[in-house]
């Protein structure tokens, strides 16, 4: 079930959102872009990256093999960066249309100091989504930096929800912006 719930919402996030890693090596095919290393995203203590096909929407994605919990960074190169909003909003009411429940009350602007002491700012959105007996908690950041606007993604159950959102928030800490003057050039 929980496989299927995040099936849903990637293919939901499809049309928002295109992979840029720092981790992800370009395929043979194409030349790596200046953005490729716009975000350096180091795997959380006792968590697994998952491997993603050239094709993934995913610009990083970690499981729990415990708990099976997960965590999903998607990013967007924006041509404007007043469009990153309607993105987000975007996103927003595509989660709450599969009857995501949200937490009006957990909605809050948050800022956060990445590695190399960036300050982002976003905003902190909670879900929760029950079908039959199973409820998953959602947890979302949303922000930009420099000319990308990235959603990151955590899916708990209601008993690894503090733990997880503790990894969630540390796993945004410990991301090392990269210039994009620093990324890898075509050989």
């Known amino acids: ?3 299927l719930l995040f099936a849903i919402v990637l293919c939901l996030a499809l049309p928002l959102t295109s992979p840029v890693s720092a981790q992800t090596p370009p395929s043979t095919a194409e030349a790596p872009s200046p953005s490729a290393a716009i975000l350096t995203i180091p795997t959380p203590a006792a968590w697994e990256e998952k491997t993603l096909t050239p094709d993934d929407y995913r610009t990083k994605a ?3 093999p415990q708990t099976e919990s997960s965590i999903e960074v998607f990013s967007k190169k924006l041509e404007h960066v007043e469009l990153a909003n309607s993105l987000f909003t975007s996103f927003d ?17 948050m800022t956060f100091t990445l590695k190399d002491e960036t300050k982002v700012s976003g905003v902190w959105n909670e879900y929760a989504y029950t079908n039959r007996d199973i409820r998953i908690n959602t947890v979302t950041f949303t922000f930009t930096l420099q000319d990308y606007a990235f959603i990151i993604v955590g899916y708990f159950s209601p008993a690894e929800r503090e733990t997880g959102i503790d990894v969630l928030k540390s796993l945004i800490k410990s991301i090392e912006p990269q210039s994009v003057a620093d990324a890898p050039t075509a050989p």
């Open 1 to 3: 079930m929980r496989k």
């Open 62 to 64: 970690f499981v729990n």
């Open 93 to 109: 009411h595509q989660l709450i249309s599969i009857s995501f429940e949200k937490n009006a009350t957990a909605t809050a602007e």
